[in-house]
């Protein structure tokens, strides 16, 4: 029978190489990314590649918690059913940038689209027999601690401490949300240093380093999508839940990762903000 999933950030990277591998499966995949352009042409060639027909972008931008409140419910509207979320889009802003809703840009963009379109789609991938949803994060986070005076950089901002926050975040998201979930299985993944187009909002310096480093030691963007198509397709980790992935094999996170309370003060303050936006 075939299966639906949701693919954020499916436009371009990790997220649209997997998109690839997933299409030739018996999967209907809706597409989110901000860019319709990007959009038309990731269908257009996921289809020419793979022939599959059951394709739809799906338009909007994640650093919004009201967009990503209306993209839900047009998932809501559109499928019965959802068996599979890859939380997947994410970058890191160079500079401060404070969203029209008040948050940090990277930890609007990277945790609080994770938080928002997870708690509102989990109903309807309930709906599934063998619902999961799919955090990608990053071994960035190793080192960062949440500083929970500082979550929209109201102290001081640096750009890649944001990123490493927001990644441990997810990860802490994924914990709870396994551990509150008996139905939904919640998983997060490194996808290992990826050439992609992730440095392409950075400074000159940092693009240049990255993509020089890149170039020598990175993985390419097909191997760097491997957790995430296993996660999201494969029979063995059916009924898996509350792990971290890194080359299609479980590893650990964080010692911060695992503290509890913490799990609960992010989800708290993720759904403070939620609420108090929406
Ligand atoms: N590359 C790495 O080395 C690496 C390492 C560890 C973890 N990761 C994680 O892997 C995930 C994918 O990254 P990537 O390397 O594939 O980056 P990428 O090539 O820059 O792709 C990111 C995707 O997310 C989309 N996106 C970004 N901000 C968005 C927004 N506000 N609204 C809607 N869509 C948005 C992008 O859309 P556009 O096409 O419109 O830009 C693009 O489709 C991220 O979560 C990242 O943190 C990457």
Redesign the pocket.
Known sequence: MQKNIII????????LAAAKVIASKNYRIGL????PE?GKIAIETIQSLTGNENLDFLQ????SVKNIKQLSDEIKSRYSKIDVLLN????ANKTKQITSEGLEKTFA??QMNYFVLSTELIDIISESNDGRIIN?A?N?HIGAEVDYENINSEKNFSAWTSYCVS?LMNIMLTYKMAAMQDKVCVNAL?????D???A?NEGNLIKYFVKFGAKLF?RTVDN?ADSSIYLSTSEDVKGVSGKYFFKCREISSSKASYVKDDWDRVWTLCQKYKDSIL
């Not at 909007?60 to 650093?63: G, M, T, V």
């Open positions: 954020t950030g499916a436009t371009d990277g990790i997220g989110v990314g901000r860019n990007k909007c931008d994640l650093s997947n889009a994410g970058g963009t990277n990608v990053s960035a990644k490194h996808p290992g240093f990826v992609t187009n992730i392409g990175a760097g």
